[in-house]
């Protein structure tokens, strides 16, 4: 499984990309992996607002349907549309097609997230 240096990432297997006071947040390879054909995305609105841990977004795959939890608080400053016509681009890069940028409401809530070598371990004892 592929895992990016210099991302946050959560036990639920979402990744977060920091830039300035806007986050990224998508799901990970491993997440994209396990769910298999991924054929829906349900993006949040622009505007919504989200407390940490609130489920945000829903992908559903041939296998499942799972929800995707906010790793910190903030406000949908933008969704990424292009899943909206092509869900399997999350099949293809997890990591290049966030779901959502948000503008984070309290940057302390990063302190509480795995970096990229804690969640490989963390990936590693889930195995």
Do not use: C, R
């Not at 992908?59 to 799972?66: F, G, I, L, P, R």
Request: proline share 2%.
């Amino acid at each position: 499984m592929k895992v990016l240096k210099g991302l946050y990432y959560t036990e639920d297997h979402e990744w977060v990309k920091v830039d300035g006071n806007l986050a990224y947040i998508g799901i990970t390879d491993h997440a994209q992996h396990n769910l298999g054909d991924i054929v829906y995305v349900d993006l949040p609105e622009v505007d919504d607002e989200f407390e940490k841990g609130d489920a945000f977004a829903a992908v559903e795959s041939v296998k499942a349907a799972a929800d995707v939890y906010i790793p910190i608080s903030g406000k949908v400053v933008e969704v990424n549309e292009e899943l909206i016509d092509d869900p399997a681009l999350l099949n293809a890069d997890a990591f290049e097609n966030w779901i959502a940028k948000i503008e984070i409401k309290d940057k302390s809530e990063l302190d509480e997230l795995m970096s990229s070598e804690d969640y490989e371990s963390f990936l590693e004892e889930e195995e």
